[in-house]
């Protein structure tokens, strides 16, 4: 059985720091691009961040470059990815979730199923 388990969200204020985790487990997601996505209330699902299988590369959305930082563990039978967000702002508050990547196109998803999310509220 699948499973993509998101935690760590939290309200704060602007300028701090936070940090997601997400633990994948029910398939062999150490071999997956992973990313990060947000979406806020009343509004689209977007992309954040990125990583390849071996950690070698990760991507981000213009919006976070330079504050958030994507990193992942290939743990054998397990897999974590994390999401470090430095100096947040009150548009970065949403529902953030984890989910695997197309590997030529790592902005897009790749699969339908979806976990319940961590939510972000940054108060200004």
């Not at 563990?73 to 989910?99: I, T």
């Not at 790749?110 to 961590?118: D, E, N, P």
């Amino acid at each position: 059985q699948v499973q993509l388990v998101e935690s760590g969200g939290g309200l704060l204020q602007a300028g701090g720091s936070l940090r997601l985790s997400c633990s994948a487990s029910g398939r062999t997601f150490n071999m997956l691009p992973m990313g990060w996505f947000r979406q806020p209330p009343g509004k689209e699902r977007e992309f954040v961040a990125a990583i390849n299988w071996s950690a070698s590369s990760s991507y981000y959305s213009d919006s976070v470059k330079g504050r958030f930082t994507i990193t992942r563990d290939n743990a054998a039978g397990n897999m974590n990815v994390y999401l470090q967000m430095n100096s947040l702002k009150p548009s970065d508050s949403a529902a953030y979730y984890c989910h695997p990547v197309l590997p030529t196109k790592m902005d897009s998803p790749w699969g339908a199923y979806w976990g319940q999310g961590t939510q972000v509220t940054v108060s200004s």
